[in-house]
C-alpha cells in the first residue's frame, strides 16, 4: 500500500461499478449496497487500472455463486481488454480488475457506454 490508501472510490470507479452491477445476478443487491462501504486499498504494480478494495462488514455480504460475478469485454477496434469484479470468499468486493489482451496494460477506466456488462456462468 502506498501512503495515499486507503481512500474512496473515485467518481470512474464508482461508475464503473455501478454499471457492472447493473446486470441481474444472484447477489447483485448486495454487492450494489456495499458501495457506499467500500474503499480502494491498493492498485496494480503493472500500472494498470486495477484497484483492490475493501468493504466495511457493516454492510452485508452478498449470496453470489462465483468469486467473479459479472464482467464485460472491451474493444475499440484496435485493443482487446476485459473487467471482472471480484468477490472475497465472504461475500464482500475485493477487487475492480482490468485487464489487457495485448502488450499494453489498460491504464483508465473506460467511459461507462463502452461497458457491455455480463453476468458470468
Do not use: H, K
Request: charged residues 20%; aromatic residues 4%.
Amino acid at each position: 500500500m502506498t501512503g495515499d490508501m486507503p481512500r474512496p472510490l473515485s467518481d470512474d470507479e464508482r461508475a464503473v461499478m455501478a454499471r457492472l452491477l447493473s446486470v441481474p445476478f444472484p447477489g447483485r443487491d448486495e454487492l450494489r449496497a456495499q458501495l457506499p462501504f467500500a474503499t480502494v486499498e491498493g492498485r496494480c504494480g503493472c500500472g494498470c487500472a486495477t484497484v483492490n478494495l475493501a468493504v466495511e462488514r457493516a454492510a452485508a455480504p452478498a449470496p453470489v455463486l462465483s468469486s467473479a460475478p459479472v464482467s464485460a469485454d472491451l474493444s475499440d477496434g484496435e485493443y482487446y481488454a476485459g473487467i471482472v469484479l471480484l468477490v472475497d470468499g465472504e461475500g464482500y468486493l475485493s477487487c475492480l480488475e482490468v485487464y489487457s489482451i495485448g502488450d499494453e496494460p489498460v491504464r483508465r477506466l473506460p467511459p461507462t457506454e463502452q461497458i457491455n456488462a455480463r453476468p458470468q456462468g
